[in-house]
RNA sequence: UGCGGGGUGGAGCAGUGGUAGCUCGUUGGGCUCAUAACCCAAAGGUCGUAAGUUCGAAUCUUACCCCCGCUACCA
């Protein structure tokens, strides 16, 4: 990181807005917050200019649905939230400069400013396309907020942008049957006028900007991303929306529309560092608009295509605006083997963890950087938590820091001893000592965050080697000047640690300075053999971290089995009962017993098995989606109910005469509705 | 379906052509200043599968398998 701090004067560090629906988990934490924390924190350590941005992103239909659910304002839900994400991020010791939200006033304004000066520009293209509306509730319906039949698998309760069923991707107007989510009407198109970025006509100083020009330095993940949408060809896409909670859209004929999350979120970055200039008496610009600023936007994954080529193409047509150097994503954090969920209530909640581990802060911080998943999805168990605090951050941090205390006070009344001459092994632990600060400014330079840790740990590694290897607790029998220079030598290798250590345990690091009683120390101070003066009096020594036993896992880990139970018990609601039809209408269809006769997979298909079917009328073949519950080999024989007079159709080429009943749990599970004794072939169900 | 990322000893990771390495765990030994912590040593891997290129492949090529994302704005 050296070298670049002759290019940049300055740094702008985002991290991903919160979506203020709920609290924030480790998964958050993992992915963003504690890496952009260690990032500024370093850098601020090394005396660079540095803010460090967050904020609430409180717009976008999810939270209208919720508050919808609950019967409550969409503000009431994002002032919960949002009140409980900075409150937890402050406790915990994520160094944000500013924690905005983007229902503050100033935001609107950024939002609509930016919206209107490309709207002036001539950007977006405008474009008139009927949508559902709901007559009864008086508005346009989001893709979310209709269901209705898939056109493709017949599911009944498909969504306007997907079918959960067959997973096919929908557009609303596709569906059979459409309802309004809201109401329960039909819904009616309506023309309505929408703008769009026309991202198709930027491609080509994206590729050279990208593709071209961060080849080397961006994420492979990140930049295989990017090159994957930009040659897959982008499309225009729309920012703005029929919704009445957002922010306004600022030009005429566009009453009851906002602008699109997406694009106000990511200008939140922008509003927040506005705040935090009137509140401190600073510059925002040179932060957003100078060339020797480096803006540096830490995400998880799944936004990788709205920082890497969207805000980017909004930032850059604006005109006056920098780019980001880097956009460090990582990839996801299971819990326990099983995906974080906050609608499952899977996951650790920062808010609880901080009740329920209080003082804790860093252990969590250390696991999570600890397992950070910066190339590949990873998982949390509080097995391993329990592990890397007691074997690691205990053993070998907290275990080196207090014998170096306890000796120190044991034999020299806690003052520090004076160095006198310098055996071999002395030399090598200083020469050690001073390549500590570079090693881990260079891993944190390429945002090897795991890796930069690890090295920081290494260095209570060589000082506990260098304390058994001495022995200065049989040298204080006969060599009390031999053992001051090692105490010596030990206290400034605590010292250079409570330096390297505070980007990562910031909690630690102070605890440390104090038992050291050294005021707060800087980057520049590591890698000296000299941090402590000799004579200088040390506090009492204090465990800097404690072992964390048995029945504290065992407490989180029935909170979780906890959970799963009550996700069990959630789950067996059943769904009310559907209109009602006539017999005629029912004795239309035509249901028989029979025998599968013959079973295989559908190759290249995850769900589908090709079936034959004796039907007692014929023998046909019937296309099912039991594949993930069934083996083909194991059906064969197998008594079923079957549709037989359902209209042919074709799946992946091939004709299916008929329809397998089955029952359907609400994991989706599948089982078969069979006859119960051996019936034959062809007789009908009624 | 397509595209992107990943698949390395029990766990977590490093390693982009030349004898497979690190941390934790395990086993044995040492030490006793230290929160049974520390230090040393050992065991443990046919580097997802199969074929190919090469004198030589974890690393390059091809095919396939598995996990995750793009695809409920949950990082």
Not at 278 to 288: A, L, N, S, V
Not at 323 to 328: A, I
Not at 429 to 455: C, H, M, W
Not at 549 to 573: G, M, R, Y
Request: charged share 30%.
């Amino acid at each position: 990181m050296n070298k670049e701090q002759n290019k940049f004067k300055r740094y702008t560090v985002t991290s991903a807005l919160p979506y203020a629906n709920g609290p924030i988990h480790i998964g958050h934490l993992a992915g963003v917050y504690i890496p952009a924390d260690i990032y500024c924190r370093y850098l601020r350590s090394v005396g660079e200019d540095v803010i460090f941005i967050g904020g609430s992103d409180e717009h976008g239909v999810p939270i209208t649905i919720k508050a919808r659910q609950q019967g409550v304002a969409p503000q009431d839900i994002v002032d919960k939230y949002h009140k409980i994400i900075k409150k937890s991020f402050k406790d915990f010791g994520i160094s944000f400069d500013v924690y905005s939200r983007t229902s503050a006033k100033i935001h609107h304004e950024t939002a609509q400013e930016f919206f209107k000066n490309l709207y002036d520009k001539g950007e977006f293209i405008e474009r008139t396309a009927k949508n559902y509306y709901d007559e009864k509730e008086n508005q346009f319906l989001a893709d979310r907020y209709i269901t209705g039949t898939c056109p493709h698998c017949d599911y009944e309760k498909a969504y306007g942008d997907q079918c959960e069923n067959c997973g096919t991707s929908l557009s609303p107007t596709e569906l059979i049957n459409p309802k309004s989510a809201l109401s329960g009407n039909v819904p009616v198109l309506r023309d309505t006028k929408h703008w769009y970025l026309p991202l198709d006509k930027y491609e080509s100083w994206l590729r050279e900007w990208i593709v071209e020009g961060h080849k080397d330095d961006w994420k492979p993940n990140v930049y295989g991303q990017c090159k994957s949408w930009i040659d897959l060809g982008l499309k225009p896409r729309a920012v703005t929306r029929d919704l009445n909670w957002g922010v306004e859209v600022p030009v005429e004929g566009a009453k009851g529309k906002v602008i699109y999350v997406w694009f106000d979120a990511p200008i939140g970055y922008i509003s927040a560092t506005k705040e935090w200039a009137k509140e401190t008496g600073k510059d925002w610009k040179p932060y957003w608009k100078s060339e020797d600023s480096k803006l540096v936007h830490f995400i998880g994954k799944d936004n990788i295509v709205f920082h890497c080529i969207i805000f980017p193409s909004i930032l850059k047509k604006e005109g006056s605006y920098i780019l980001p150097d880097n956009v460090p994503a990582n990839e996801f954090l299971n819990l326990e083997n099983d995906k974080i969920s906050t609608s499952r209530n899977w996951a650790v909640w920062l808010h609880e963890y901080l009740e329920e581990f209080p003082g804790k802060q860093d252990v969590l911080r250390y696991v999570l950087t600890a397992n950070a998943p910066e190339t590949k999805d990873n998982d949390f168990t509080w097995k391993d938590f329990q592990a890397k605090n007691n074997n690691e951050l205990l053993a070998i941090f907290g275990n080196f820091v207090n014998r170096t205390i306890v000796l120190t006070h044991k034999y020299f009344a806690g003052k520090v001893p004076a160095l006198s001459n310098l055996d071999e092994i002395d030399k090598a632990v200083i020469n050690e000592l001073k390549t500590f600060p570079d090693k881990v400014a260079s891993s944190l330079g390429k945002y090897r965050f795991r890796e930069a840790q690890a090295q920081m740990m290494n260095l209570a590694r060589l000082g506990n080697k260098y304390l058994t290897e001495t022995e200065p607790w049989k040298q204080i029998k006969t060599d009390e000047n031999r053992v001051k220079t090692i105490l010596n030598i030990s206290l400034q290798i605590c010292g250079n640690l409570s330096i390297l250590c505070e980007p990562f345990l910031p909690f630690t690091a102070d605890k440390l300075s104090k038992m050291l009683n050294l005021s707060k120390l800087k980057w520049k101070d590591a890698g000296n053999e000299n941090i402590l003066k000799s004579g200088h009096q040390l506090e009492k020594p204090a465990y800097l971290f404690e072992k964390i036993e048995d029945k504290a896992i065992e407490e989180q880990v029935q909170k979780l089995l906890d959970t799963k139970k009550e996700n069990a018990a959630n789950e067996v609601k059943v769904n009310p009962a559907k209109e009602d039809v006539n017999f005629d209408d029912f004795s239309k269809l035509d249901i028989r017993t029979g025998t599968i006769i013959e079973a295989e997979k559908v190759p290249k298909t995850k769900k589908l098995l090709k079936l034959k079917i004796d039907t007692g009328i014929d023998q046909r073949t019937v296309v099912s989606g039991i594949a993930e519950y069934y083996k083909a080999e194991e059906i064969i024989g197998k008594k079923v109910s079957i549709l037989v007079n359902l209209a042919p159709k074709k799946l992946r080429g091939i004709e299916s005469n008929g329809m397998i009943l089955m029952a359907e749990n609400e994991q989706g599970e599948l089982c078969f509705v069979s006859p119960t004794q051996d019936f034959r072939n062809g007789s009908e169900v009624k």
